[in-house]
């Protein structure tokens, strides 16, 4: 079993930066592909980020590409979002995931993946 537990949300001005953590518990972390999804009031989750095993490969949805980083520390059991250039549209809570995977690829799913934290609560404000 693994368990996700996230970390770092909070209340941002527009503009503003903010990076959530994932500290993963449980079995080989090297083992799983880590990704980011957000669920936005009355709106259906979607993806944000992906990130392979290896940490080499990564994805991005086009609404985040050039404002969101996605890495992980397999040392630490750790994966992080940066986000920065924050709007109010990325107002969500924000879930870490994980997936099992080949070393090299990323996923963007929500059905490729198999465990899921509770969420940790993003606001931007205008």
């Known amino acids: 079993q693994v368990q996700l537990k996230e970390s770092g949300g909070g209340l941002v001005q527009a503009g503003g930066s903010l990076r959530l953590s994932c500290a993963v518990a449980?079995?080989?972390?090297?083992?799983?592909?880590m990704g980011w999804f957000r669920q936005a009031p009355g709106k259906e989750r979607e993806f944000v980020a992906a990130?392979?095993?290896?940490?080499?490969?990564?994805s991005y949805s086009d609404s985040v590409k050039g404002r969101f980083t996605i890495f992980r520390d397999n040392a630490e059991k750790m994966v992080y979002l940066q986000m920065s250039s924050l709007k109010p549209e990325d107002t969500a809570i924000y879930y870490c995931?994980?997936?099992?995977?080949?070393?090299?690829?990323?996923?963007?799913?929500?059905?490729?993946?198999?465990?899921w934290g509770q969420g940790t609560q993003v606001t931007v404000s205008s």
């Open positions: 995931a994980a997936g099992g995977s080949d070393y090299y690829s990323t996923r963007t799913r929500d059905d490729e993946y198999d465990y």
């Open positions: 449980g079995r080989t972390f090297s083992w799983y592909a």
């Open positions: 990130i392979s095993r290896s940490g080499g490969s990564t």
